[in-house]
């Protein structure tokens, strides 16, 4: 039985729904648009604000395989359209019986991947992704958060840059060119 529309309201005017989340509802300008404006780490960190965008292009340097680039930028992508909650709280929201972690891979692979001409990703460009956002996350861990939150195994070496503050003007003027570029070979940009 089809389940009842839950329309999300997008900047670009676009009704996301998050009970059956379509390709054709997705648009680069809300997701840039959000990533750019969603703190990583649920905002807890010092001393300045670092969004996923940015934690997304620090993933996509990171990133060893180029076919595995435009993965890495969009890795982040689902939040745009469900949010983004600390593991912590995914954690909990999984002991309550809420599968978030399902959500999120529902909007990637039925409604993002295919916007944009992704196939899902291969095992290599997975790990590839993997290996990247661990030395993304290190990296977050020595320069930006305060204290290692429990439960988080880290299996790589952090960045040798140190990570700054980039305005979100700034950044813009980088992340929506760096997703253009990326997935341009791919012939879709929604």
Known sequence: MPLRPILQPMPSGVMFDLANPRPE??????????LLRIN??????????????QHSMA????CELPAARP???LHHAPAAYVGDPTNAQKEDMALAGYDFVAREKRVLYEAILPAFGLPAPSNAIARAVDKAAQIALA???????????PGIAVDAAPLRATTKFVPTA?????????????LRPFGKVA
């Open 170 to 182: 700034k950044l813009l003027d980088t992340f929506h060119p760096t997703l253009l570029g990326a």
């Open 59 to 62: 993933t996509a340097n990171a």
């Open 139 to 149: 990296t977050e861990l020595r320069d930006i958060v305060a204290g290692k939150p």
């Open 25 to 34: 509802m997705v648009r680069l300008s809300d997701i840039v648009h959000k």
């Open 40 to 53: 990583r780490w649920g905002g807890n960190i010092e001393p300045f604000t670092y969004t996923l965008a």
């Open 71 to 73: 993965y890495a930028l």
